[in-house]
């Protein structure tokens, strides 16, 4: 029998941050394609959008006027899914919906407070993160900071998410540049897998400082050296962005803090910088793999507030969950098996992240003006 190829043998690989499994097929690759075909996202768009709800000066929906904005813009969001007053859910109301059979041990129902949040990456409705410069990037990112800080002095919050939906694919309403701010009164269930995981690790290794994600990206940083194990798509003095050796989405990639560093209130200017070109350079090259407006979902892990009692042990990552498989038009789904079962890829880890280091850096829109 042949020697083992992790190029064109399945396996499973582990997810120390979630304590979850994922199956690699990567032979499955080769297969034809005859499913559902998207529509590819290169869609033109005027700099300024009358009838868009979130470029300078208009309206939305509710009636609420933007402000004339000249960087970046927030607002409390007009539908936010959490608000943050109203009634508990009592035993008596849980039994409306519930019965009176097993109250608490098989039906259970807590009432979520909170706030929501839009961010308004720039004033321009045509352009993107990865069009956007380093220094239009830096100022999301202190955006972030400072309504990080904020929520956190809440006596409500206890859980910040800072995200970004980008493309119709991945269900965003609206075109124009933004990202979204969900404040919650509980820590929800992904990032308290992480937060689980990042405690055990420390006190399995009995030392104050350990930290799963400083040991991964230092790994990680070593790996990158040899090309069969290189899984780090580029490098800055503060982050590295990576395609996790656990990765479920083709393309999905972290980007990690070099040090240890808890949330994103916590990163000086220059960090700050950092964190703003490794978005950029990565977005840049996600766009030119498909010459395309790429898609994803990407989200900030880190400490759930800043007054957290587990903040010393998080470390501020984010995550990137694009859907694009094989082209501009053909996505990943997450099906059959993977629903039943556990999330499955075709791509290996370390064909994406070469892949991605392979891009061109300079945005291919560029090339053409």
């Known amino acids: 029998m042949s020697e083992f190829s992790f ?124 069009e956007l410069s380093v220094d239009e990037i830096s100022a999301v990112v202190r955006a972030w900071q400072q309504i990080y800080t904020s929520l956190s002095e809440d006596p409500d919050i206890r859980y910040v998410q800072l995200f970004e939906n980008k493309g119709a694919m991945m269900g965003c309403s609206n075109p124009h540049p933004h990202g979204q701010v969900w404040a919650l009164s509980d820590v929800p269930s992904e990032p308290a897998k992480e937060i689980t995981s990042l405690l055990a690790y420390r006190q399995a290794h009995a030392e104050p400082d350990a930290c799963l994600l400083c040991s991964y990206v230092a790994a990680e940083l070593a790996n990158a050296h040899a090309p069969p194990t290189n899984r780090v798509v580029l490098q800055n003095d503060s982050f590295a962005v990576l395609v996790p050796f656990w990765a479920v989405w083709p393309f999905e990639t972290m980007i990690v803090a070099k040090t240890h560093v808890a949330n994103v209130s916590q990163l000086d200017t220059q960090q700050v910088r950092d964190l703003a070109a490794a978005m950029q350079a990565l977005t840049i090259r996600y766009d030119n793999l498909f010459q395309c407006s790429f898609p994803y979902s990407m989200g900030l892990h880190q400490s759930p507030t800043a007054t957290h009692p587990d903040a010393g042990c998080c470390h501020l990552h984010l995550h990137f969950y694009p859907p694009l498989l094989r082209s501009a038009t053909v996505r990943k789904f997450l099906v059959g098996f993977e629903m039943m079962a556990e999330p499955q890829r075709d791509l290996t880890a370390e064909q994406a992240a070469a892949r991605l280091r392979a891009q061109d850096p300079i945005h291919y829109k560029s090339h053409a003006t």
Do not use: M
């Not at 409306?96 to 321009?124: D, H, M, W």
């Open 7 to 130: 190029s064109d043998h399945s396996h499973r690989r582990f997810n120390p941050l979630t304590q979850t499994w994922v199956l690699c097929s990567p032979h499955r690759a080769k297969r034809p394609w005859l499913g559902q075909v998207e529509e590819a996202a290169n869609e033109q768009r005027p700099a300024y959008d009358p009838q868009c709800y979130l470029c300078p000066g208009n309206r939305r929906a509710t009636g609420a006027q933007n402000a004339q904005y000249s960087s970046t813009y927030v607002f409390p969001n007009d539908y936010a899914a959490v608000h943050a007053a109203q009634p508990d859910c009592t035993r008596a109301a849980l039994a409306q919906v519930a019965g009176t059979q097993a109250i608490g041990e098989l039906f259970r129902v807590e009432s979520t407070l909170g706030q929501c949040k839009v961010l308004c990456f720039s004033p321009r409705h045509d352009l993107t993160l990865p």
